[in-house]
């Protein structure tokens, strides 16, 4: 009846690159002596930052990232059934971004050029190891595949912008962002 | 100017002349009208339906609707605000809008506007449609991907230039598009010039000035200083 009170529980949180390049995960840590701040209120499941390798139940999962081979949608689809909250973060999740310039190309093309005919780049042909992926013939965001409930648009999002974004949904509010926070480049 | 030429905009006076419309009014007043296709150095267009208020209950294009005395305007209710940004939505996924590889982006209209909107994703599915680029003039490039069909570019040639470089032309959401009036369809084998106002007229991305890139950084650009609601005057008539 008198115990302490436990400590409030700390939000899980998921995070994984899909078809990005890691600048949004960059921008994350960008948030600087805040991460300590933030360490109090959450804990990592998967992430590049554990190095968990499967998403377990979490409270949030922020995806990097749009989707260019099947195991992207693997992977999307496993943090959709696993967190309550899932958020696309930076501009290829939420429009398909740098890796969708492919999109207007045809894939085999693309291929071919990279690993057959091109001077100085061809070397032993197409990849067909069954361990890879298979791209897929278009780059997609994410919205296209699942329900996604928050977009945080930017290339990358600014450490501000994450910042707001993870302390609104910390405190059980619709994340906003005001001028300067919003940008899609 | 007539002491009753007076119309309420979202609850606001707004003293107008007779013959100007409601954007041009509101425009003047500084009061912001979200608008794409609307310039107020030429006649409306009425095409991008951006600029819809409600007169008197009643939906209307504020750029093509002659302000009244007495008239109730409203402008930004979350009820006209919700389709703005859906309508934005609609021209983001039927282009190719990447705005982290755009020279116009901080400066562009399209972008301003979504992020008066607060427009968050695409929401659509992507069209990603193939519009090749058009680098044939030695001094401009044409980037397609990001045009909006909002036609100043036509009107700018044709009425200030009188040159009638450019078209509307082609039917059906992938099949319309800006076209180029000469033989071979490339911009360099017309009198275009980079001094020529349809040269600075384009709202978007599409018409850029070659070897000028990036001379403002990012961050630093005109709509990264100050929301487009807040610039308003700069654009009055």
Not at chain 1, 9 to 17: C, D, G, I, M, N
Not at chain 1, 127 to 155: A, M, Q, R, S, T
Not at chain 2, 20 to 28: R, V
Not at chain 2, 113 to 137: C, G, I, Q
């Amino acid at each position: 009846m008198n115990a302490a009170p436990s400590p409030p529980k700390k939000l899980r949180v998921a995070t994984t690159s899909l078809a990005g390049c890691f600048g949004c995960h960059m921008s994350f840590l960008d948030i600087d002596e805040r991460l300590l701040k933030l360490l109090d209120l959450i804990e990592f499941d998967r992430s590049p930052l554990t190095d968990i390798k499967h998403c377990g139940p979490c409270d949030l999962g922020l995806i990097e990232g749009g989707l260019c081979n099947a195991e992207n949608v693997h992977v999307l689809r496993e943090f959709r059934t696993h967190c309550k909250i899932l958020v696309a973060v930076g501009a290829c999740a939420i429009n398909g971004g740098l890796p969708a310039q492919r999109n207007h190309l045809d894939l085999r093309d693309v291929l071919e050029e990279v690993y057959q005919t091109e001077h100085l780049l061809g070397r032993g042909g197409i990849p067909n190891d069954p361990e890879l992926p298979l791209p897929l013939n278009k780059v997609h965001p994410i919205h296209e595949v699942v329900k996604v409930d928050y977009f945080l648009p930017g290339c990358p999002p600014s450490a501000d912008a994450i910042w707001k974004l993870l302390t609104d949904l910390l405190a059980g509010r619709t994340p906003t962002l005001g001028h300067g926070l919003l940008h899609y480049d | 100017m007539n002491a009753n030429n007076i119309f309420q905009l979202d609850g606001e006076d707004i003293p107008f002349r007779s013959g100007q419309t409601i954007m041009q009014a509101a425009t003047h007043h500084g009061t912001y009208i979200p608008h794409l296709c609307w310039h107020p150095d030429f006649a409306a267009h009425g095409s991008c339906k951006l600029c819809t208020v409600k007169v008197n209950g009643r939906f209307g294009s504020s750029c093509t609707t002659e302000a009244q005395p007495g008239m109730n305007v409203e402008n930004r209710t979350a009820e006209l605000d919700d389709k703005r940004r859906t309508l934005l939505q609609m021209f983001f996924v039927e282009g190719n809008h990447f705005c982290p590889s755009c020279e116009k982006s901080g400066n562009c209209t399209l972008q301003a506007t979504a992020y008066e909107l607060k427009m968050m994703s695409p929401h659509f599915d992507m069209f990603y449609p193939d519009r090749p680029v058009d680098a044939s003039h030695p001094d401009i490039l044409l980037d397609f991907n990001r045009c909006i069909m909002c036609s100043l570019c036509v009107t700018a040639s044709r009425e200030v230039d009188g040159k009638n470089v450019f078209a509307m032309g082609g039917r059906g959401i992938l099949g319309r598009r800006i076209h180029i009036n000469s033989e071979s369809g490339k911009l360099a084998d017309t009198d275009f010039a980079a001094t020529d106002r349809a040269a600075s007229i384009c709202p978007v991305g599409v018409i850029l000035r070659k070897r000028k890139g990036f001379a403002v950084p990012i961050g630093e650009r005109k709509y990264d200083l100050a929301p487009i609601s807040a610039q308003v005057k700069e654009a009055a008539p």
